[in-house]
């Protein structure tokens, strides 16, 4: 399958850059893209602040230009999560399994975790994927369903979901979730902010990963370990 590769963003120099992460509420991303700052649902009076963005309100400067890597898959990352005795444990796996649902699975089987366990996956800057073992199966959700038409893991998961896959005249519509938005609800998102987070199209995968990590409590661990990356 061949990824989509969306333009790189540019400056008025010519020069590709990645968005940054704004200090103050009802900003406007670089862009044109407004920040929302709706209140989360279960959390009245809340707002988008910036402590709930990535980054806690540090400028960042990582280069966004969606493609394919040398190596032949999509860019982006896969990250291990762990819960075991009330500590989180973040890794990174191995690039090729971005774009890989079977290699995934078996990756996260491996890791012989004793409590909760699941993989997060941003895969170019187009959607990401929730994936978490269970006894005979997997949850999985994807936050995009059109991305099953270019990309393997997406399809892989529509797939395993008994889900078909979307018609080539659908990528014009709204994008659209399919699987589990309750998959991490026991870990600290509960379906209606998986939802939430999963309609905020004004924000990178990463970004979205980075709301979940929040809300279950590694996010520290998430920023230290793409700052690794």
């Not at 103050?24 to 402590?51: L, N, Q, V």
Request: with cysteine; aromatic share 6%.
């Amino acid at each position: 399958m061949i990824p989509r590769i969306a333009p790189p963003r540019y400056r008025g120099d010519g020069w590709a850059v990645s968005p940054v992460v704004w200090p103050t509420i009802g900003d406007r991303h670089p862009t044109g893209r407004a920040r929302p700052c709706e209140p989360w649902a279960g959390d009245p009076g809340e707002e988008h602040s910036r402590a709930a963005w990535p980054g806690h309100g540090r400028l960042r400067n990582v280069l966004r230009v969606s493609a394919s890597t040398s190596a032949g898959h999509p860019a982006g990352f896969a990250a291990a999560v762990v819960r075991e005795e009330g500590r989180w444990r973040v890794s990174m796996l191995d690039d090729e399994l971005v774009d890989d649902l079977d290699g995934l699975l078996t990756a996260l089987r491996r890791l012989g975790a004793t409590g909760a366990v699941f993989g997060m996956v941003a895969v170019d800057d187009e959607f990401f994927v929730v994936v978490r073992p269970v006894p005979g199966g997997a949850g999985l959700l994807v936050s995009d369903a059109t991305a099953a038409l270019d990309y393997d893991i997406a399809a892989d998961a529509l797939d395993l979901l008994d889900v078909p896959l979307p018609e080539d005249d659908e990528i014009d519509d709204e994008p659209w979730p399919e699987g589990d938005l309750a998959v991490l609800a026991d870990l600290g998102v509960p379906e209606q902010e998986m939802t939430l987070i999963v309609g905020e199209d004004d924000l990178y995968p990463d970004e979205q990963l980075r709301l979940i990590a929040q809300r279950c409590g590694f996010a520290d661990q998430f920023d230290a370990l793409l700052e690794k990356a």
